[in-house]
Nanobody, 124 residues
């Protein structure tokens, strides 16, 4: 079983930055592909970014965040990060960390483990 705990959410003005962290435990971190998803009120949970197990390989981003968000990981610290720059009000959502054992994917139902989420609110 894998436990994921997100942190770093908060309230920020448009144009600002936040860095989310997700600490993993329960399994060798380097065996896990990691992803970030988000869910705004009244909408479905949507893909944001994903990173392969080694971190030096594949990264994927939703079109809506390309050029503004960066996913990275530190396998020594069992942590994945989401650096969010140039935030806009449309980025307001609960952000979830997710993990799976195989290659990165944008499909939410292919992730096996989920964190509890952290709220990000961007004011205009």
């Amino acid at each position: 079983q894998v436990q994921l705990v997100e942190s770093g959410g908060g309230l920020v003005q448009a144009g600002g930055s936040l860095r989310l962290s997700c600490a993993a435990s329960g399994r060798t971190f380097s065996s896990l592909t990691m992803g970030w998803f988000r869910q705004a009120p009244g909408t479905e949970r949507e893909f944001v970014a994903a990173i392969s197990r080694t971190g030096s390989g594949m990264r994927y981003y939703a079109d809506s965040v390309k050029g503004r968000f960066t996913i990275s990981r530190d396998n020594a610290q069992n942590t994945v990060y989401l650096q969010m720059n140039s935030l806009i009000p449309e980025d307001t959502a609960v952000y979830y960390c997710a993990a799976r054992l195989f290659v990165p994917t944008m499909r939410r139902n292919e992730y096996d483990y989920w964190g509890q989420g952290t709220q990000v609110t961007v004011s205009s």
